[in-house]
């Protein structure tokens, strides 16, 4: 029996096509290392959102009804939250991932590159022990506490900011306006120790994280150059001095002969305002009057709606007025960074009032149109210069007589006459202004440098220097603690002087392209008109944190930021 034995030859040729296909299979199969970086960094954004934002609209619910309130247990529970959103953000595995992301250069797209760039920034000054974190953000909580809850007392009677500012505004007692001035200050006893105590633990954080202190951490970390920002303030310095001398004495001139003394006599409590940010009313103009009768909130819908921005929603879920306890800081918040925006204020009938008002609606149009599809990292300004600028455009409406005469319906004879004194009125706010910013920018500087030297002195030296008001004799108190942004707002009170550089450089462009004339000023020619508010909704706000802040005002007006638009507008003017 033969058994027949059959060989197979393989076909060389299809072996071969077969290897390739099944090669070409494991290729397409496999994961190359860019895939995988980008699939690891959805995967912890996924992740990230789901744990972090029922968390932050629960935080903002509670510090808004606090601030509303003065109610303790929730300056308690926002304390609570605050700490359960800073362990998502010291979580060490988690930073040590974005930092393995970031270092690979393998995230291409420009927008998730931003992404990455924002979560590293919230989570990089978080990397501290967890005990130390929660320390700072609970003497954090307590000194705002113990701030927005303080009432200054008279004579044994509660008054409140608005009552200060009215009488420093309107008396001719000079007795009267030391004893308010000196009440408004009594908080900085108060709450110095504590915020001295605040601002050494917050550098000691910075430090064990590689930087000199929080100040530089805090501006770095919110994508800014100290260097950058201190040439701006150098040479906006040197701009606004020389003409700053001379309204000063126009000014000191005004004030002396109001008060029947030599100007040397002359205090803090003379210029007005608790501060001197605010310049006083040195021309024979009172813009009160146009206030006194009118429904500001509903005057505030109507303009706003009319250039297409309608807040009507936030304005009515907002709380606008004065209430026991309530926080006398306005400021306005997006609680879930889906254009949930609320503002807080203590609207009157006054133009100060109605600046705030503006300045808080400009800022929540801002907010509220932000691109709802944005991720929860870009859902918000590139900087609060940003946001600020706007609110800042906004804000000085109400001083402007062709604003006034249209939205208030003051006959056209009345602010004609006017028009002049009000634009000399304007260029002194602004100008005082930028000194006072001088006096924070600095001060806040040398806190977290050197928060052991002597601060009280530190504080009337440069009040001095760059407002160039006396200090009063004999004084040593902590007035420097009685600026609440020093505890709301740490590190970030020269981002207001950079918001009057970008509000100069839009105006600037909203005159030249959307208005088409480059002679009067964005008053009556923005009233009822949408195109206005089209321009903001698509070029300013709906991009969020997308861009950077140069590229996104560069994306906007065509120029990154430049101070030459603000010396045009205000410095230059005879």
Known sequence: MHVMILKFKPNLHNVSAA???????LSACAETETEKINREFNEFVKEYEQKVTPLYQK?????YKAAVSGDEEQYKLATEYKIMLSKIHSNKESFKKLKYIKSSKLISDPVLVRELDELYNLFLPNQIEEGKLVEIITLENEVKRKFNTFRPEIDGKIVSVNKIEEVLRSSTNEEELKKYWEASKKVGSLVNEDLIKLVKKRNEAARELGFSNYYEMALKTNGQDPEEIE???????????????????EIDAFLAKKFKIDTEELMPWHYQNRFFQKAPLIYNINFDKFYKNIKSVDVVKDYFKGIGLDIDDVLNN??????????QLAYTTDIDRKGTVRILANVNHSMSSMTTLL????????????????PFALHKPPQFAANDAVATLFS???????????MLNVPKNKTDKLKDISLKQLRLEKFVFARWAQVMYRFEQELYNNPDQDLNTLWWDLVERYQLVNRPPDRNAPDWATKTHLITMPCSYHNYMLGELIASQIHFYVK????KDDGSACDTKCIDNPDVGKYMIENLFKPGAKY???QWLKNATGETLSPDFYTNQYIKVN
Request: charged share 25%; net charge negative; no cysteine.
């Open 19 to 25: 290897m390739i296909l099944f090669l070409l299979f």
């Open 59 to 63: 935080y903002n619910e509670a510090a």
């Open 231 to 249: 040439n701006i303030f150098n040479d906006l310095d040197m701009l606004t001095r020389g003409p700053y001398m001379q309204l000063k004495e």
């Open 318 to 327: 907002s709380d606008l007025y004065p209430k026991e306890r309530k926080s």
């Open 359 to 374: 300045y808080e609606s400009g800022f929540a149009a801002y907010l509220k149109y932000i691109d709802k599809d944005l």
């Open 396 to 406: 000085s409406f109400s001083s402007n007589m062709g604003w006034i005469e249209k």
């Open 512 to 515: 030249q392209n959307i208005l």
């Open 548 to 550: 950077g802040l140069n």
